[in-house]
């Protein structure tokens, strides 16, 4: 007998879709695209040649459908690793759950799950509206530490080195995660990588500076000069080392594209983001339905 999962552990609306996403089994493709804003699903759902499906809830909007053969879900996910672990869970679910019987299939299937979304540069040299690939993310935020997430050796010591440069005012436990290698293999190619850091906010957890003192005024130095056996950090954005744990942790393929619209370092803003986002979602796009 398996165990049945309880209906407060995983709950269903009245009419079996999951709990926050409002999704089916059937509405959700093997190949999965999260973007942060939900104005960015239609963006991306634009160039389906077919759209079968639009739902939503909460910030959490949906569409699937094609491109030739290829069966593509847009999510939109807000912002944060909080509603990653909402999206991922409920993602997994609908697709490794019987949802009928609320015992986990003897087959799990692997999603390919592809992070579109914006971020900042940490390095002088990396221009604005680029286009990088997370390798790897140091998560700053907690997320990861609820779960069992087997850390490879390798990740353990650049995790170690990290910790040795954060100042002592940072209070936060980093975590890492990795980039799925096969995805990484298959549709980066010529793009740029880097090691990104995911923060649990925008403002002083990303180093910036308006109005609320920083308890931690010299983050961002450290972050911009950590360097460990020619790697380094090059960006900052709020999901990717959520996203990549807890798919890691769940048999899910992750990676993570990233828009970079500002250079924190030089101080420079893309002076036309949509346009740049529009161009690296066709590129994105090309990617996933050629292989
Ligand atoms: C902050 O403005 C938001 O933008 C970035 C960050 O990760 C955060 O979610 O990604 P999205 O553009 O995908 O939302």
């Known amino acids: 007998m398996m165990n049945r999962i309880s209906d407060t552990d995983l709950i269903l609306n009245a009419d079996g879709t999951a709990y926050h996403l409002n999704l089916l089994p059937e509405d959700v493709a093997d190949t999965i695209i999260f973007v942060g804003d939900q104005d960015r699903v239609p963006a991306v759902s634009k160039y389906f040649d077919e759209v079968e499906l639009r739902k939503g809830k909460r910030e959490f909007i949906t569409h699937t459908g094609r491109i030739g053969h290829k069966r593509l879900t847009v999510i939109s996910t807000g912002i944060g690793t909080d509603n990653i672990d909402i999206v991922l869970n409920e993602l997994d679910a ?8 609320r015992t986990v299939k003897p087959d799990l299937k692997s999603l390919n799950i592809i992070r579109i979304g914006t971020s900042g540069t940490v390095q002088a040299d990396i221009p ?12 700053l935020d907690p997320l990861l530490h609820y779960y069992d997430y087997p850390a490879t050796a390798e990740e353990l010591e650049l995790l ?3 910790k040795a440069v954060l100042p002592e005012t940072f209070k936060g436990q980093p975590y890492i995660a990795s ?18 850091i995911t923060t649990p906010g925008f403002y002083s957890p990303q180093g910036r ?13 450290a972050i911009t000069e950590f360097r460990h056996h020619g790697k380094r950090i090059t960006n900052l954005e709020m999901e990717t080392a959520g996203i990549y ?13 990233n828009v970079l619209l500002a250079n924190r370092i030089t101080n420079t803003f893309s002076r036309q983001p949509a346009a740049i986002m529009d161009r690296y979602i066709k590129t994105v796009l090309e990617r996933i339905a050629a292989v």
């Open 245 to 257: 744990g807890l798919a890691a942790a769940l048999g899910h393929q992750a990676i993570s594209f």
């Open 209 to 221: 500076q308006v109005r609320a003192k920083s308890a931690i005024p010299d983050l961002l130095t």
């Open 94 to 101: 609908l697709v490794n759950i019987d949802l009928s019987t």
């Open 160 to 162: 170690k080195a990290f």
């Open 128 to 139: 604005v509206d680029s286009l990088l690939v997370s390798e790897a993310a140091f998560g």
């Open 179 to 196: 980039a799925s290698s096969r995805l990484i293999g298959s549709l980066d190619a010529d793009i740029q990588t880097g090691i990104t």
